[in-house]
């Protein structure tokens, strides 16, 4: 990435990263590491988050015959399944740190100014007073209150790119490949418990 930006900042071609040395350039605030980092976290950000959840949005439908069929059949519903895949996978778990700048008290516990908040994503996406039947992956339940892409002024920078991505992928990969299946048992499947972003290091599948 380091690279990258220089051959950029060299020759400033039209593209993001291009566009981002000059228009920086021109407000007299050029920083080369500055801008290393910005284009690391989007690549991470954005191909990392959604590369993972193709992976395990596929198994999870296909785990879940009833709900892809419905999908198959009626791809208006593809949009809600998207939905509740994110709130049940929750892939980016433990990201939503905040720093409280005033008192506060958060569900009965006190929070003074300037103490740090680790929010719990995953188990707020899996809260049974919020989602009955947490773990069931019913895509008409109407999960677009969930949490899997934060909350607030600095919640998800490309949330609604991801939502399309996904949209076009799943409609797609089964309307062409129907057959589709995982090619070895679901235990085998390597995944990234290692990881910021969680997923499948590979899914292996096969078709008729
Ligand atoms: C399924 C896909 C994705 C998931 C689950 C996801 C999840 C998240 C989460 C949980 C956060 C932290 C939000 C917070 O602190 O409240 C975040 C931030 C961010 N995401 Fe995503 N993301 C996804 C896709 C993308 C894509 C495609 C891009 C860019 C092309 C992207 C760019 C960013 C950026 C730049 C931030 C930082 C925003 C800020 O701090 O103001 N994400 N994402």
């Keep these: 990435m380091d690279e990258l930006v220089k051959a950029k900042e060299a020759d400033p071609t039209d593209d993001l990263i291009g566009r981002q040395v000059l228009a920086r350039r021109a407000d007299d605030r050029e920083d080369h590491d500055a801008l290393t980092s910005l284009a690391l976290l989007l690549l991470i950000a954005g191909h990392e988050t959604t590369a993972n959840m193709i992976s395990l949005g596929t198994v999870a439908l296909l785990e879940s015959p009833d709900q892809l069929a419905a999908i198959r059949r009626d791809p208006s519903k593809t949009p809600n399944a998207v939905e509740e895949l ?118 292996p599948v096969t078709w008729d």
Excluded: M
């Design 86 to 203: 994110l709130r049940r996978l929750t892939i980016v778990e433990w990201v939503t740190s905040r720093v409280a700048v005033a008192d506060t008290e958060i569900g009965g516990v006190p929070v003074k100014a300037g103490e740090g908040v680790l929010t719990a994503n995953l188990s707020a996406n899996h809260d049974p007073a919020v989602f009955p039947d947490p773990e069931r992956l019913d895509i008409d339940r109407g999960a677009r209150n969930h949490v899997a892409f934060g909350f607030g002024a600095h919640q998800c920078l490309g949330q609604n790119l991801a939502r399309v991505e996904l949209r076009v992928v799943f409609d797609t990969l089964f309307a062409r490949i129907p057959t589709l299946r995982v090619a070895v048992p679901l235990d085998e499947l390597p995944v990234k418990d290692d990881a910021t972003v969680y997923g499948l290091h590979k899914l």
